[in-house]
């Protein structure tokens, strides 16, 4: 199940008030287990060990919205194997101006 950043912001600002992963859910209308997995990004990875050191802004957004990179990728209409890709420094590849724009639109900032 995929969540909207709204959602798991939502979700977390929850958790912090100390409400349980059942009471989110029942909330949320999802299991105590999915709220569980969301909220700590078991869906794939974020922070990545790198990936992400020369795009501050991005990092910063996937940890505060507790969405990983696959899903990001996926919400910005660009092919996670592909995002992957222009994020690793060991390839040449980079961002077109149109996936660039993509990214801008879902950050509402340039992704520097």
Known sequence: MSYEPVKRLM???MRNKGMSYQEIGDRMNCSRQN????????????RSS????????LRQYLYTYGIC??????????????FYQCLSSKSKTE????EKL????RLGTELS
Do not use: W
């Open 11 to 13: 979700m977390k600002q």
């Open 69 to 82: 990179i696959k899903d990001f990728a996926e919400q910005c209409s660009i092919r996670p194997n592909r």
């Open 50 to 57: 790198g990936l992400l050191e020369q795009y501050p802004v």
């Open 102 to 105: 993509k990214i801008k639109n």
């Open 35 to 46: 709220v569980h997995q969301i909220l700590r990004g078991s869906s794939g990875t974020y």
């Open 95 to 98: 961002f077109t101006e149109k």
